[in-house]
């Protein structure tokens, strides 16, 4: 999984309590995205950083913030997390350059939220 | 806002066919367009990238075609087999932000003995 972990693997959660879930990597690589995953809609974007400090909003961050404070970690919570954000989640990462802006992606977490 | 397109509906391929995927997108051109696998529990695995400036691009028994008039891209894997059997999506970066890669909801192919 190209240096790439996911903690936890799997949670499960109240309504109303936030979560936060963590994407570490190995590869001193740029960008890292977080990514949820859901039935009939595919992968789609949260929120992705392209440096230490610096993050952007993706097509569903509602809900949803991040930190990165470091180059090989990044954080995703759910302040509060409601059932509609029950889902697995992605962590990615990326490096630009001519030959190498594919993504690596880790192992997902499955989070439940009751 | 731009839009992927894939075939939601799963393709059922006899072993040894050729299982042809379709990945259309709306509303601007990209510089380059990615393929990825995804199996049942995993997180995706890049296959192949095709540049905007290539018709055609192979790896083994894959190969992609970018027609950038079309606004498609043809994913096809010949002499297929069952352990092809998987969800492919296909990726482009976001229009305005080549950092930001967004995906379509996937093909699932199922490779039938």
């Known amino acids: 999984d190209a240096g790439i972990t996911q903690s936890p693997r799997h949670k499960v959660t109240e309504t109303g309590t936030p979560v936060t879930l963590r994407c570490h990597q190995t590869e001193n690589h740029r960008y890292m995205y977080w990514y949820r995953q859901d039935p009939g809609h595919g992968l789609r974007l949260i929120h992705y950083?392209?440096?230490?400090?610096?993050?952007d909003k993706g097509e569903v961050s509602d809900g949803y913030s991040v930190s990165r404070s470091k180059t090989e970690d990044f954080l995703l919570t759910l302040e509060s997390a409601t059932s509609s954000q029950t889902s697995v989640y992605f962590c990615a990462i990326s490096t630009r350059g001519r030959d190498r802006t594919e993504a690596f992606f880790g192992q997902g977490t499955r989070l439940t939220v009751v | 806002s731009q839009k992927i397109e894939q075939n939601s509906e799963a393709l059922n391929i006899q072993e040894g066919k050729t299982a042809t995927l379709t990945c259309n997108y709306t509303?601007?051109?990209?510089?380059?367009l990615q393929w990825y696998r995804q199996d049942p529990g995993r997180g995706p695995v890049f296959l192949l990238l095709i540049r905007e400036n290539e018709k055609e691009k192979r790896k083994e028994r894959l190969k992609v075609t970018f027609d950038t008039t079309l606004k498609q891209s043809l994913f096809h894997i010949t002499a297929s087999q069952p352990a092809d059997s998987a969800t492919y999506l296909c990726a482009l970066p976001e229009s305005g932000s080549a950092s930001k890669i967004i995906f379509g909801s996937g093909t699932r192919l199922s490779i039938r003995p």
């Open positions: 950083s392209y440096g230490v400090k610096d993050t």
């Open positions: 509303n601007y051109s990209p510089a380059h």
